[in-house]
């Protein structure tokens, strides 16, 4: 016992000029920050939580609450009627206010209704895409974009996705709170002005009338 | 507030806070949005006098807290007189707390001359244990519990003894 007492101990150089110190490692220079802090802290908290696969959605040059509602969506956390069920909220009839068919859950209402199918079909024939698209609003973010159509721009595809799904968020709202009713052909209308207007307002070098850009829609998409 | 000013509502009414608190406040390569966590803030933010406290010796304010209540050491340890002052005290409790643990961890001792470790109980030879829990019968017999490596030593040319 004495051996490995004396054997830690001698380990470590005295020296008798300097001070005692602390280093604090997560800081190349050894010095305190909160910054740090907070990271180690905060990291400590939340280890276990790897989501970051639709990270880029901050990436995308679009306005703030739209990259708000993308994230709502892909995470599923939009008022639909499923989510209010889910969080004892009233609601007074559970079906999809589209088709009044089928129970209005997110991945239903943006994908699978049968109002809002045929205005995928019809993006994806702009770019020549045909492939089967995914269930769930995750996945099938993930997947929109990263088809390899011939020179496909994934970043104003994935706009695109946000520009639709949004107007759709939009007109399924009229339609419940208005009376609405919902036109394919408006949403798709509606939903291509509004991209052209992020586009206009936040691209560099975007200077294409309306008219212009969406009467070549395969060109707005690919190089 | 932050909470109210994200989801809406009014000083006495609450709406639905759709994702949870935690995963609002990952970064936003991490799925969130990146708000910050201000109870971990307010943590990391009290971490900087237990850091001052060790650090800045020569200003008034830390002479007066190592004289009047032992300073960073005191605070080390959790150590408080009954006339202490409230503040005194509670920046005691909130080092001790559990969430402190991971800032505690990620500080080493750079050794120096030993004037400022405790031979026995600091964590300063490289492994994971201080000398005391080591090796506890010696620490037991030892007349020098609280003494410091330089107090404990004397320096030879090969080292220390």
Known sequence: MADSFLGEITQQQI??????????????????????????????????????????????????KAAVFAWRLVRDRLPTKSNLRRRQVMVQDMVCPLCNNIEEGAAHLFFNCTKTLPLWWESMSWVNLKTAMPQTPRQHFLQYGTDIADGLKSKRWKCWWIALTWTIWQHRNKVVFQNATFHGNKVLEDALLLLWS???????????????????????FCN | MQRRFLWGGEADSRKIAWVNWKTVCLPKAKGGLGIKDLRTFNTTLLGKWRWDLFYIQQEPWAKVLQSKYGGWRALEEGSSGSKDSAWWKDL????????????????????????????????????????????PRLYQISCHQQQTIQQLGTITNSGWE
Do not use: M
């Open chain 1, 198 to 220: 992020w586009f206009k307002a936040l691209e560099k070098d975007f200077n294409l009338h309306f008219n212009q850009w969406s009467s070549g829609l395969r060109d707005a």
């Open chain 2, 92 to 135: 005691i409790k909130t080092q001790q707390l559990q969430r402190n643990i991971p800032l505690k961890r990620e500080t080493i001792w750079k050794v120096g001359g030993g004037d400022r470790i405790k031979f026995w109980e600091d964590l300063w030879t490289n492994t994971d244990l201080s000398l005391r829990d080591k090796f």
């Open chain 1, 15 to 64: 020296h008798p000029q300097r001070e005692d110190k602390w280093l604090w490692k997560p800081e190349p220079g050894g010095h305190y920050s909160t910054k740090s802090g907070y990271h180690v802290l905060w990291g400590e908290l939340t280890e276990e939580i790897q989501d970051a696969d639709f990270a880029e959605i901050w990436k995308l040059k679009i306005p703030t």
